[in-house]
DNA sequence: TGTGAAATTGATCCACA
DNA sequence: TGTGGATCAATTTCACA
């Protein structure tokens, strides 16, 4: 039941809670509390709204490899990478790289300016960058009950 | 001022536009205008919630490069990869690979299924997967004013 | 956990600067 | 494009099953 109530509310957060409950069979109240406990669970991060990013001029995106060296730097680089605000999702990964950032700039020539600042960062041994030509779709809602 | 909208939005679309408007020094009916306008030019695609994937069991992720063959049905990889629930963006890239996908499963077990529906399409060639170990954030908004 | 109804708060509309 | 006030619709609370 919670699933059903975070996918009518993925599509749109801004769905009255009486539409909700209408498509999925409960009151506004009964909706509320479920949300209200998701949110306190920590189920549901929080509310948002999804921004087109070349309507904003942040048009070039490109996800960068990045590999740590063995130093005793290796913790800061996260905490560093986390500060820029180009850098908008942050994975450590098995492979080749330890990292893969996904990192959105106004075009590409501000990407350079990202790669001096990352290459900069104590513990940081290389980068390798994968630019995006069109992003096809992102933005897909979560979908709790995958097929 | 529109950026500073967002940016307060961003953080809680369910922040009231009295509270917004209070942040960016705006009446209640000039914020709510304003957003109204950024629906009708797409700035803002659409109201929703973030949900920690962790929470409904979607606690693997990977990044699965692929490689189109030169034939006739490279057309045809997006669409078919958009119908796939597990895949959550999809990104066309210049390098040794064509596409990007970050994808989402319950184990890693699930990734080997839908790597092989992935290589099923035609048109694929092969996939290179980098598994995300740990996500260190995702999620960061948009900031339309970035430094 | 659920419900329906009451109370409260916020969004939306309007006349006007 | 903005404002303040009226109206309408939503969330939130409550007593109770």
Redesign the interface.
């Known amino acids: 039941m919670d699933?059903r109530i975070?996918t009518a509310?993925?599509?749109?957060?801004?769905r009255s809670y009486a539409e909700v409950g209408n498509e999925v069979g409960l009151s506004t109240a009964a909706v509320h509390e479920r949300v209200k406990k998701m949110l306190e669970?920590?189920?549901?991060?929080?509310?948002?709204?999804?921004?087109?990013?070349d309507?904003?001029?942040?048009g070039f995106?490109a996800?960068v490899a990045i590999r740590n060296d063995g130093g005793a730097h290796c913790r800061e680089v996260?905490p560093r990478?986390?500060e820029m605000?180009?850098?908008?999702?942050?994975?450590?990964?098995?492979?080749e790289?330890d990292?893969?950032a996904?990192i959105?700039?106004?075009h590409a020539r501000e990407l350079e300016a990202v790669l001096y600042q990352i290459k900069s960062i104590p513990g940081v041994a290389r980068t390798t960058s994968?630019?995006?030509?069109?992003?096809?779709?992102?933005?897909?809602?979560?979908?709790?009950i995958?097929?």
């Open positions: 699933g975070l509310l993925g599509n749109d957060g801004r669970r920590g189920v549901i991060r929080r509310f948002s709204i999804s921004v087109d990013p309507s904003v001029g942040l995106t996800f996260a990478l986390r605000t180009a850098v908008q999702e942050l994975h450590s990964v098995a492979g790289y990292f893969l996904k959105r700039t106004h994968t630019v995006v030509l069109n992003t096809e779709f992102e933005d897909q809602p979560l979908r709790p995958a097929a």
